[in-house]
């Protein structure tokens, strides 16, 4: 017996699917693939993050957007809903459309055990390839945890952790330094490596 192949849709259908759609679901390759809603303690790391960023790039000419927004990692292939995505300069739509940006500078996603693979994986080597890409950011969401890549050059990253919260996430082109006190506010974690709320 044959498997029956999944519905392969064009990318006009998945945003026309998508604008009526009461959840947000990410496209690749001609496929449709349903988000998962986010936890308390998620959507509460994801609102300090933004805060964070807005307060430490105030008069430095960048946008940030939570994660209603597209971003097109690939032109008709792959479009997907950061947590977070940071423009620097002028924001430069996809496809016409004003919720599809072209040009993230800085990319953040909170991990979650369901999505960490994903994110740190194929997500990341496909965000890799966004040329106006620089800077992509993890944040653990069970543990004060945070991950910086950094672009140095073509097909070079570097990489930076900081699991204090004593510490700071520090973005050296932008001039900044993002407190882990400021991405964890509110959050407690205990002994099992769980966090609260």
């Known amino acids: 017996m044959e498997l029956a192949k999944?519905?392969?849709?064009?990318p006009e259908e998945y945003f026309k699917l998508e604008t009526a759609s009461e959840t947000k679901n990410e496209f690749y390759h001609g496929e449709i693939f349903a988000m998962t809603g986010a936890s308390l303690r998620h959507n509460l790391i994801v609102s300090n993050i933004i805060t964070a960023f807005n307060n430490a790039l105030r008069g430095k000419g960048c946008f940030v957007f939570p994660s209603d927004i597209k971003v097109e990692v690939d032109f008709d292939r792959h479009y997907v809903y950061p947590d977070v995505t940071i423009v620097c300069g002028e924001v430069e739509t996809a496809r016409g459309r004003n919720d599809v940006i072209g040009n993230p500078r800085i990319i953040?996603?909170?991990l979650s055990r369901s999505t960490q693979d994903y994110d740190r994986g194929s997500k990341f080597k496909a965000y890799r390839n966004l040329p106006s890409l620089t800077d992509f950011i993890t944040a653990d969401q069970y543990s004060p945890f945070v991950e910086h890549f950094r672009k140095k050059g073509p097909g070079f990253w570097t990489l930076q952790e900081c699991s204090v919260l004593k510490g700071s996430?520090?973005?050296s082109d932008f001039q900044i330094k993002v407190p882990l006190s400021d991405i964890y506010d509110r959050v407690t974690f205990d002994d099992a490596g769980t966090g609260a709320p």
Request: net charge positive; glycine share 0%; no cysteine.
């Open 108 to 110: 953040v996603e909170v």
């Open 169 to 171: 996430l520090v973005l």
């Open 6 to 10: 999944p519905k392969r849709f064009t």
